[in-house]
């Protein structure tokens, strides 16, 4: 017996926070508190309980839940059993549920009580699920499902001396699936020794303090709520898990548990802030993902103490690729300040990101060549399950293609100007949707605003604004115009980036993960042109 | 052509700094600057010389330097281009030297012109070595010494856009020799993959900040100066390299660099204090290893402003094992916070410490039950060059047995109490060596001390303290036993720990390395007990 080959693998993040800091607590909700000695023993017990269900390694486990202590428990327990850990998107529709379920050919289902109905419906369909356990807050099973144990029970039952192996560190340890406008959702999937290296990157990059109270406000079953359980977990922070996201939770979380890390999309910061108009937000990080940090959103999160900045990064990449850390020059305090706090960052650590002109060739980084946003790390997916033709486009050339359009400056900072399939090609220019959406959003009238190509005979295509205006606010058109035609005089931007049309609507099409479906707005609002 | 396939290797370490803190500055004592956009640039040119001298995929690359800017771009350049690099122990003796540079089959030995004399009298031994290449601050190149190049010169000649290949992360990246008090010196290797999950786990458990200022006060041939230019330079950290170790040069680089972050043994610690009695010291922090840090010292240093605390390593381990980052609630200013600044600390992520038995079971973390100290991370030697017995013993049962002896509490917190070989078997007790160093050291007439267990026939070993006065004190070797006596008396130590002599000498032996030498002493004070 020789050297001990240390495998990256998701059991050795466990190795200091249990015995360092066994006294800190993880919280669900208002309703349950577990230190780090209970969260270690519990996993040891789902371990076993696993195994007494006949999960086996290699096998898949689906768990459809809000963000609970459980999914945590999930996050490490399935995968230290050598099983692949599905993270089910509880918003997707009902068909592309099963899809998903199927696609990856989970073996069995923790599926939270409140979605049983919704499995009821479609436990037909899922041939290949052979154990379904209940996930449950008050311990009540919904009898519409014919359950093979309740999670609690199970863990009661299981080992608390269970011992996880060792296996290879290249074993699949999680998979989810994202939704592109077109086609089925396509399944990504992360290895032990990608989910370990995330980890390590992002802590040795980012910075997490020992003081640090932790709370997800991006999905789990989003691209691992972008890693940050692993994250927090393996510094051995304070966790606060919200459960089903309420706005009226959220903040009484905050302030009672004293959170001082999150991350959302700009949905969810708005819903806060609206949500508690009275509640000192001081001391609150929130890292903003997922879409673009509207310049107006984050000024009005950080008038009310929110230390707001974005990240950048998608289903494919782990997903953290970039954040808008600012250093001690960039805090001005004004416009600048603002302006990088918006963008997309600097990549983290051995993130490799690169900027590949239509020709695939590299393109300067000075801050204005504009080009496809490609990249390189130990933690993005390798492919699209069971899809080689999207997997080789995706890592066509041995680079990740991300599908949006960006810049770098010299000084290594990511402008994202668009999707690729959002970019409005007009007259031989390209407009960022983006941009233009960022104007827009400076009106104080304005809630949500969404700027969309439509077909164009003569230009190729043309700018539409889709707009929401705040309840009682007297917004029209002109004025919108106006607004971007001012900087159009300035030479900021291009003066074919004035929308023929500004569209009031009700509400924004969105997409099951809360982002803009701007194909559907494009088919809804394509004739608006014509009109 | 699919997804890129990551490999940990060194050059990723560069992508970030040299992207995003390309202004950032490596100054060399008072007589160079580079910023690292010239850092990278010199890089390319050194592999590109690399290559022009004939030195290829596997090829060794010794070097004799101080703690240089050229050292830091050998830690590079020199594993980046798939070479291993050996860090010659230069104040090893000239016969050990030979030995390991002709142990590493060195192809090429970089040399600082100040050892030209040394090489010119022992190059007709190294006979597996082609090229030699003059390191020189003054442009001298002495003319002892048949030179292959100069630095400087091969540097200018390079390509500045050479690129550095990708190679599996297990090629081994660097050597170097580690000498016991027995038999030659011991070659320890690390793979680039242990190199950057050092680096990773480091930073990420680490308090680095981006305003940190480093200066190594370990040398580079020590363990990778314990990792830290490669964490410094992979969080674009300003770096001072302070050349040949003087006092009253390390004092003026920290005032005029504003160094923050140091770590050194305890032997340079006192040097700095003795040199800069003036000075203030505040803003830095230490972190002192390779020997235990006395309690009186750390006491002197927080004394003075100095951030002092203990870390826990070796060479066969990376070295960093355990640090004593000291919690909140320990922060008392007083004993309990000195207690813990002098111990080992915490292991550090990944890096997995237990204590075994003399059986080889595991023992308790009880903070009492002593046992020697085993590891696992993944940055451990895998074995000692060419010596399968010596890699057997260290990795019996597949884990590293450091040979020494401590108890783990169940914080986590290590107590190295002493090497195996050190500890004083007296009458069935063990006694720590250190234990006692430590308390003698507390008396302010005595600058160093000692303790050895000597040959007893009635009670296997006895305890003899060997202690060096300071200039005009009157310290009296009953003095010393009462000292000791008065803690066996409150329980706190066996009464057997009393030495049985205290010689006073002028000066302690040594190893190369600047820690006590008490295989050499055992033998020079074993009569001390029959006089």
Chains 1, 2 share one sequence.
Request: charged share 20%; with cysteine.
């Amino acid at each position: 017996m020789g050297a001990y080959e240390y495998p990256l693998i998701i059991k050795q993040l466990l190795i200091t926070p249990l015995r360092q800091c066994a006294d800190q607590e993880i919280i669900y909700r208002d309703q349950k508190r577990f230190t780090y000695r209970q969260f270690g023993e519990r996993l040891a017990r789902l371990g076993s309980a696993l195994q007494s269900l006949g999960i086996r390694h290699g096998d898949t486990v689906a768990v459809m839940d809000w963000d609970t202590h459980r999914y945590l428990e999930c996050f490490f327990a399935v995968p230290m059993s050598g099983a692949v850990l599905q993270t089910v998107n509880i918003r997707l529709s009902v068909e592309q549920i099963v899809y998903t379920i199927n696609h990856a050919r989970a073996d069995a289902i923790l599926c939270n009580a409140e979605f049983a109905a919704l499995l009821a419906a479609v436990r037909p369909l899922l041939s290949g699920v052979k154990k379904i356990v209940c996930l449950t807050d008050d311990g009540v099973v919904p009898s519409s499902v014919t359950w093979d144990g309740e999670y609690e029970a199970l863990l009661a039952a299981g080992d608390p001396a269970h011992v996880f192996p060792d296996f290879d560190e290249n074993t699949r340890a999680t998979t989810f699936y994202t939704t592109g406008t077109t086609g089925n959702p396509k399944g990504v999937y992360y290895t032990h020794r990608q989910l370990v290296l995330h980890t390590l990157n992002g802590l040795a990059m980012l910075p997490f303090s020992d003081t640090d109270v932790y709370m997800p406000l991006t999905p789990m079953f989003h691209v691992h709520a972008w890693g940050n359980p692993y994250n927090a977990t393996a510094r051995g922070l304070k966790q606060v898990y919200p459960g089903r996201y309420q706005p009226e939770i959220l903040v009484k979380l905050f302030v009672t548990e004293r959170v001082t890390f999150s991350h959302c999309v700009p949905t969810i910061l708005q819903m806060i802030l609206a949500a508690a108009p009275d509640v000192d937000l001081r001391g609150w990080r929130l890292i903003i993902g997922g879409s673009a940090l509207p310049r107006a959103l984050a000024q009005a999160a950080l008038a009310r103490g929110i230390d707001v900045f974005a990240g950048y990064g998608m289903s494919e990449t782990g997903p953290m690729a970039t954040i808008a850390l600012l250093p001690q020059h960039l805090r001005d305090g004004g416009e600048t300040e603002l302006t990088y706090r918006c963008r997309a960052g600097r990549p983290v650590g051995l993130v490799d990101v690169r900027i590949l002109g239509t020709d695939g060739a590299e393109l300067p980084h000075d801050g204005h060549s504009t080009g496809e946003i490609v990249a390189r790390s130990p933690a993005l997916t390798a492919g699209y399950a069971k899809n080689p033709d999207a997997s080789a486009t995706l890592w066509k050339g041995g680079w990740l293609h991300t599908g949006d359009i960006g810049t770098l400056d010299r000084d290594g900072y990511l402008h994202v100007l668009d999707r690729s399939k959002d970019v409005i090609k007009t007259g031989g220019e390209w407009i960022s949707s983006l941009g233009l959406e960022d104007i827009i959003l400076g009106n104080p009238g304005i809630s949500e605003c969404a700027v969309i190509g439509v077909e164009d005979a003569r230009w190729g295509e043309r700018p539409i604004a889709v707009v929401v205006a705040k309840p009682g606010a007297a917004v029209t058109e002109d004025e919108v115009k106006a607004m971007i035609r001012a900087r159009a005089e300035t030479g900021e931007l291009s003066r074919y980036a004035v929308p023929d049309h500004v569209v009031f609507a009700e509400s924004l099409e969105k997409t099951s993960v809360g982002k803009l479906d701007k194909k559907k707005m494009r088919v809804l609002y394509g004739a608006v042109k014509a009109a």
